[in-house]
């Protein structure tokens, strides 16, 4: 794989083979290329990898169901990769400040993604503007 491109599926056997700097690498690239400018595009292209990796998985977690059921309710697939990259994000960020809550540390996060949904996500964005 030479190139990644968030709106393409990835073939999953050959994006898991890749070196893990390799995928990082692509995510940034995509974006560098493309002139997406962000605020910190390194931690940016690192969440896309952690999502194209868990959806990779297939039937393991929930990723991969989920992206498709965004895509149906109207994401493109990159913005779809971003709804559950602001999941992710959240995730780490409760199990860094507050800890793990009991024994299973994804269950929360598997039930996020579960709940997680095109409106929901797009309507983050207003409530969030109103915040500030």
Not at 41 to 60: K, P
């Amino acid at each position: 794989m030479e190139h990644y491109d968030p709106e393409k599926p990835v073939d999953p056997k050959e994006w898991l083979a890749l070196d893990e700097n390799k995928r990082d690498y692509l995510a940034e690239q995509y974006h560098r290329e493309k002139r997406i400018k962000m605020p910190d595009s390194r931690m940016h292209a690192l969440i896309h990898v952690v999502v194209e990796n868990q959806v990779a998985l297939g039937d393991e977690i929930p990723a991969q169901k989920t992206l498709t059921r965004l895509m149906q309710e109207g994401l493109s697939r990159h913005d779809a990769i971003h709804a559950i990259g602001s999941v992710v994000a959240r995730h780490i960020f409760d199990l860094l400040k507050h800890g793990p809550k009991d024994g299973d540390t994804n269950a929360d996060y598997y039930h996020q993604l579960e709940q997680l949904t095109a409106e929901g996500w797009l309507n983050s964005f207003h409530e969030e503007s109103e915040e500030d």
